[in-house]
């Protein structure tokens, strides 16, 4: 069976400085893992995704996540917050199969203080 | 990236009656596509996949009857609140996944129900 865990409900950082949002996961296979972001009364919107290759994966807005298959992880990272990020975060994964459904974390809140 | 649209954005309504949100892929097609529901601050909480010209694929749990789920077209699909009652009260959102360029699900933007 496929999950996700994102083990902080909260994260929160000084804009400026670099931030880290946690995402481990388990899957039969290899996985496609995706982060999206959603703000305030919107839907999801598409950060980043890793399928195969790099395992460093750039994504939008400046944001990159590290896949690290030893540690079945895949943080999301920037280097430098801005307040606009200040947002809730989502890490899903997903099998390989088309028919495979995505699988979404709990969500962790990113609060970036000025 | 691709653009998925949820109309309404809200609707108030009330209760015993029925509302239909409508989920389009604007710019690919979606042969599947996929309905959830999120609670304030929790995760989302998928109620039915949505496939093109056949019947939906509903979640253990999920009323069939009382979420009814069209998806006519290749672009659009439409959940049907029946007889909403003020339980249903909830964001609900559509995904569409793009299985020709990038294999990547993409969401609308949400429908916030409120059902007095």
Same mark, same amino acid.
């Given at each position: 069976?496929? *999950?996700?865990?994102?083990? !902080?409900?909260?994260?929160?950082?000084?804009?400026?400085?670099?931030?880290?949002? @946690?995402?481990?996961?388990?899957? =039969?296979?290899?996985?496609?893992?995706?982060?999206?972001?959603?703000?305030?009364?919107? %839907? &999801?919107?598409?950060?980043?995704?890793?399928?195969?290759?790099?395992?460093?994966?750039?994504? #939008?807005?400046?944001f990159e996540?590290?896949?690290?298959?030893?540690?079945?992880?895949?943080?999301?990272?920037k280097?430098?917050?801005?307040?606009?990020? #200040?947002?809730l975060?989502?890490?899903?994964?997903?099998?390989?199969?088309?028919?495979s459904? $995505? $699988?979404?974390?709990?969500?962790?809140?990113?609060?970036?203080?000025? | 990236?691709?653009?998925v *649209?949820?109309?309404?954005?809200?609707?108030?309504?009330? #209760?015993?009656? =029925?509302?239909? $949100? !409508?989920?389009?892929?604007?710019?690919?097609?979606?042969?599947? +596509?996929?309905?959830?529901?999120q609670?304030?601050?929790? /995760? &989302?909480?998928? +109620?039915?996949?949505?496939?093109?010209?056949? @019947?939906?694929?509903?979640?253990? %749990?999920?009323?069939?009857?009382?979420f009814?789920?069209?998806?006519?077209?290749?672009?659009?699909?439409?959940?049907?609140?029946? /007889?909403?009652?003020? !339980?249903?009260?909830s964001?609900y $959102?559509? /995904?569409?996944?793009?299985?020709g360029?990038?294999?990547?699900?993409?969401?609308?933007?949400?429908?916030?129900?409120?059902v007095?």
């Amino acid at each position: 069976a496929q *999950s996700v865990a994102q083990p !902080e409900d909260q994260v929160n950082v000084a804009e400026g400085n670099p931030l880290t949002v @946690k995402c481990t996961y388990s899957v =039969s296979g290899n996985p496609y893992l995706f982060w999206y972001v959603q703000y305030p009364n919107r %839907g &999801l919107q598409f950060l980043l995704k890793y399928i195969t290759g790099d395992n460093l994966v750039k994504g #939008s807005y400046g944001f990159e996540a590290e896949f690290n298959k030893s540690q079945t992880s895949f943080h999301l990272k920037k280097p430098s917050a801005l307040v606009s990020d #200040s947002a809730l975060y989502f890490c899903a994964v997903r099998g390989y199969s088309s028919a495979s459904k $995505i $699988i979404f974390g709990s969500g962790t809140r990113l609060s970036i203080r000025p | 990236g691709a653009v998925v *649209s949820q109309h309404p954005s809200w609707v108030i309504c009330k #209760s015993g009656t =029925s509302v239909k $949100i !409508e989920c389009r892929s604007l710019d690919f097609q979606a042969t599947t +596509m996929f309905w959830y529901r999120q609670f304030p601050k929790q /995760s &989302l909480m998928l +109620m039915a996949t949505s496939n093109e010209g056949s @019947k939906a694929t509903y979640e253990q %749990g999920v009323e069939k009857d009382k979420f009814l789920i069209n998806h006519a077209s290749l672009t659009l699909s439409t959940l049907t609140v029946t /007889s909403a009652h003020p !339980e249903d009260s909830s964001f609900y $959102i559509c /995904s569409a996944r793009d299985t020709g360029r990038t294999d990547t699900q993409y969401f609308g933007p949400g429908t916030r129900l409120t059902v007095l």
